[in-house]
């Protein structure tokens, strides 16, 4: 079952493919699969800060009045902690997932564009480090990645601790990584619907690229909005426009309009993917496809339309009218109803298959448990009252972890164990993989569940220190303590990816006996992807295959040659 | 007195009712999360990997879809109802009420008028039980939140854009909360304390509030009052009967009265006033000054603010 030229046991990684060698090969790749592989190591770079970040916010609220850190640094570091986790670390690291992977699984050579995708990713790493230059220009971002007007304009911003282009910075990293996702999110739409394979009708494209398309969708249509808010921002800063100025006639609420017009569907983004990669991982351990495939692709569309439609949930507490409310409970709620379907439908494809508890598989039951838990504190807060007590404090950021990390995270974890074999040739260590899968299930829930009866108890988010009130002290220790059994997990992840690199077994074209293309060809992949595309006559073409006893390196050359260069 | 700080102690009618849907959404959340975890567990140890079984094949079923499409959708149609039932009775339109109380939410203190007695005073609110009170939020400068977790609702302080909530207090005690929207530097010490009281003592309250401040009693407060004057301390903060100019900086006429001091930092002693006064950005960031005051002077201050009861 090997489609490159070189037998597995001889395959080397990566990074010694004659194709890749070299720096200036690093420096100017255009294959989409080279510039994967850059946004995978650039966006773990960010996450590893971002869990730093983490572990000092976690180690300065360890206990009351605790007097490590000034509010200054702590507001510096809660705020970088978020804009980093959601715009250059966990985004990115999906993305990084989308482009490596859908011209694989639709059995095109590449993306469509393949400039404009280095692009991108230049446009993304340079708003980070713009982002990150900030801390050495007399402060970061310090207003939380919300930033939520007037405390944005220059008024608030000049203090005696920092001159305030924090903001600045941040407008200008944000602006820029976020023309780069606009970017991706054109090549991949265009990509799925001009390159696919001559027989990959729209109803055999797998669920991964459904929903990668899917979430294109809503970057292109969200992004702008956050754009627009930061340009207005920035006249603001800079001109006097007075848009959120409210002693001018500025409306500070406009701004949390267009930032959550942009932030509700943003959350989507940050979890599409993660469905997508779940949605291939879990037929394929376990050897039954998919569950209503089709059901799972309208639950997608239908996520990504109301995802428009919910935005004002985030402000039910800035006493708007009740009509308002209504609405958005309404189509809050609503959206809980296909995310409940993908759920049921995932449950339904384990139900009757040969389940094996590789570390993918674990990692993406894990994800549907702490999922729902975070879904379900979501429908809480779409129930308006609920979210009367309990929004802006630490319940809404146990909530949000749920789904960002006991979520998101953990689908990204899943598609690490899944693809790495065929992204680097080396199989990761399942040994350490355990490790791993226990110590961040362990730390996560230990964390962040306890957070919810912090928010119960009267804490607030985003303060640097609190007072001594009841189980305040306990839960926090408890919460501190768990997050760094969390990061442990976390070292153990990269310390895997390491050393896998170097002693991972070889992994062959398809380890895991998966059903999509992208395992029809070698691990690692050849610069042009595959020398012959084999036939899809069903969303498990691989499957099929195997069925009638065919192998892809005897196939048919494909009817119609692409070239898209 | 009894304390209050969390969501599930409720000290208001409004509370009672908020925590009455936190439960209903809480049993229900039970109970899908109990299925969907009891499904997954029997899935997984039912259908793990084992020789010579092979797995099934079937890849769709209607009725099922249909099943947990239905079942969802019925289910959140019940919690939206129980939403709009519980607005309903927490906090319906203000409707041209007048306030019993205003809130002004400042960097980083509460600013407090009562408009019927006409009293100001700031950062501890006093408020009589078994009414149904309405109170009106307004921002000084940038969006605050006015969050005490056992009065129920939380309501956001937006300039430019007046809030309103009303609360019906169950049980005389001391009620806790914070600012819980961010508004900058000094954020996490903008503490909130409403003390609820019994009619009688919140008109006893009031009518102390009502008068002037108190003359200095003796030498050394006399002196304070004018290191009072000369200090700028009269720019910021106002004392009836003495300046009323100051409008940036909690009103002092009657400080001494409250149990804490800069909204919650420190507890009001005669030490932490003048810790307070010798160096207020060390106790938080907050939009004080140090003003360079020497040790004799500081004396004096406390000595007088100390007898503003
Ligand atoms: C590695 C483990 C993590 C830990 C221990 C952690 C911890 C925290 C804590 C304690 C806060 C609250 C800070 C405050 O309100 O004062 C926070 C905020 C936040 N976290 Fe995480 N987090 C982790 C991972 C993540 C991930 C994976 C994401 C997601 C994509 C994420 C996104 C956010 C965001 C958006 C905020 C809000 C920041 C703000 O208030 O402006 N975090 N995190
Ligand atoms: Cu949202
Ligand atoms: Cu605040």
Not at chain 2, 68 to 92: E, Y
Not at chain 2, 291 to 307: C, H, I, K, M, N
């Amino acid at each position: 079952m090997n489609g490159g030229s070189v037998p597995p046991e001889k395959a080397g990684t990566v990074f010694q493919m004659k194709e890749y060698k070299g720096l200036l090969s690093w420096l100017s790749p255009v294959d989409h699969k080279q510039i994967g592989i850059m946004y995978f190591i650039t966006s773990l770079t960010f996450f590893l800060v971002a869990v730093s970040l983490a572990m000092i916010m976690r180690t300065q609220l360890i206990r009351p009045n605790h007097g490590w850190l000034s509010s200054a640094t702590y507001n510096q570091v809660f705020s970088m902690h978020g804009t980093t986790m959601v715009f250059l670390a966990v985004m990115p690291m999906l993305i990084a997932f989308m482009i490596y992977f859908t011209p694989l699984m639709i059995g095109a050579r590449d993306v469509a564009f393949p400039r404009m995708n280095a692009l991108s990713y230049w446009l993304y790493l340079m708003g980070g480090l713009l982002l990150y230059f900030s801390f050495f220009t007399g402060g970061a971002l310090n207003v939380g990645w919300s930033a939520y007007a007037p405390l944005t304009e220059t008024n608030y911003t000049m203090s005696k601790y920092m001159i305030g282009t924090g903001v600045d910075y941040w407008i200008v990293g944000l602006l820029l990584a976020g023309a780069g996702t606009i970017m991706n999110s054109v090549n991949i739409l265009v990509t799925v619907a001009a390159l696919r394979a001559p027989d990959m009708k729209l109803s055999r494209v797998p669920l991964f690229v459904w929903m990668s398309a899917a979430n294109a969708v809503l970057m292109l249509l969200a992004m702008p909005a956050l754009n627009t808010a930061l340009v207005m921002l920035f006249l603001d800063r800079h001109l006097n426009a007075l848009f959120f100025v409210p002693a001018a006639g500025g409306k500070p609420l406009l701004w949390q309009h267009y930032f959550w017009f942009f932030g509700h569907p943003e959350v989507y983004i940050l979890i599409l993917p993660g469905f997508g990669i779940i949605s291939e991982v879990i037929p394929v351990f376990s050897r039954k496809p998919i569950f209503g495939y089709a059901f799972l692709a309208i639950a997608t569309v239908a996520i990504g339309f109301l995802s428009f439609g919910v935005w004002a949930h985030h402000m039910f507490a800035t006493g708007m009218n009740f009509t308002v409310y209504y609405v958005f409970a309404l189509a809050s709620m609503l959206i809980a109803v296909p995310t409940g379907i993908k759920v049921f439908n995932w449950i339904a494809t384990m139900w009757g298959g040969s389940i094996s508890f590789d570390t993918a598989m674990l990692f993406a039951v894990a994800f549907i448990l702490q999922f729902t838990i975070g879904g379900l504190t979501g429908v809480a807060f779409a129930t308006v009252p609920i979210d009367w007590a309990l929004t802006h404090t630490y319940f809404v950021v146990a909530h949000f972890h749920y789904t960002l990390l006991g979520g998101t995270l953990f689908t990204v974890m899943a598609g690490f164990y899944y693809w790495y074999p065929k992204i680097t040739g080396r199989m990761l260590s399942e040994k350490l993989g355990k490790i791993q899968f226990w110590l961040m299930v362990i730390g996560f829930n230990g964390a962040f569940f306890i957070l919810h009866f912090a928010g119960l108890a009267g804490m607030p988010r985003r303060v640097y220190t609190y007072p001594d009130l009841p189980h305040l002290a306990s839960i926090n220790l408890i919460s501190s303590l768990s997050a760094y059994i969390l990061a442990l997990g976390i070292l153990v992840f990269f310390a895997n990816l390491i050393v896998s690199l170097r002693k991972g077994k070889p992994a062959g074209d398809n380890p895991w006996n998966g059903a999509t293309l992208e395992w029809a060809t070698s691990s690692p992949p050849p610069p042009r992807n595959f020398e012959r595309i084999p036939p899809v006559r069903s969303i498990t073409p691989l499957w099929d295959l195997k069925e009638s006893g065919r192998l892809p390196d005897t196939l048919p050359s494909s009817s119609r040659e692409r070239d898209n260069e | 007195m009894d304390y209050f700080t969390s969501v599930l102690s409720p000290g208001t009618r409004q509370a009672v009712d908020i925590l009455r849907a936190f439960y209903i959404v809480l049993g229900v959340s039970a109970f899908i999360f109990a299925v969907v975890a009891g499904l997954s567990m029997y899935a997984l140890c039912r259908f793990r990997r084992r020789e010579g079984r092979e797995p099934k094949t079937f890849r769709e079923n209607v009725r099922l879809e249909v099943l947990w499409t239905a079942i969802p959708l019925l289910i959140v149609t019940g919690l939206f109802v129980v939403a709009v039932w519980i607005m309903s009775l927490v906090n319906p339109p203000a409707l041209g009420h007048q306030p019993d109380l205003t809130v002004t939410a400042h960097q980083w203190w509460w600013g407090l008028r009562y408009p019927q007695p006409g009293v100001t005073a700031a950062n501890e609110i006093h408020l009589p039980v078994g009414r149904r009170l309405l109170l009106r939020f307004e921002s000084g400068d940038v969006i605050h939140s006015f969050w005490v977790p056992s009065l129920g609702q939380k309501i956001d302080v937006i300039p430019g854009h007046p809030n309103h909530l009303w609360l019906t207090l169950e049980r005389p005690g001391v009620y806790l909360g914070a600012c819980s929207s961010f508004c900058g530097m000094g954020h996490g010490k903008m503490r909130i304390r409403v003390i609820a009281q019994s009619t009688d003592d919140f008109n006893t309250w009031i009518g102390s509030q009502q008068q002037p401040a108190s003359p200095p009693s003796a030498a050394q407060a006399a002196k304070g009052v004018g290191v009072f004057m000369e200090k700028n301390c009269i720019n910021c903060h106002s004392i009836a009967g003495l300046v009323t100019k100051g409008r940036v900086a909690p009103d002092l006429t009657h400080v001494a009265s409250r149990e804490t001091l800069a909204a919650g930092a420190l507890t009001n002693t005669p030490e932490n006033l003048s810790r307070w006064l010798r160096d207020p950005q060390s106790v938080k960031d907050c939009n004080m000054p140090d003003l360079g005051l020497s040790d004799d002077q500081v004396g004096y201050l406390v000595a007088y603010l100390g007898g503003l009861k």
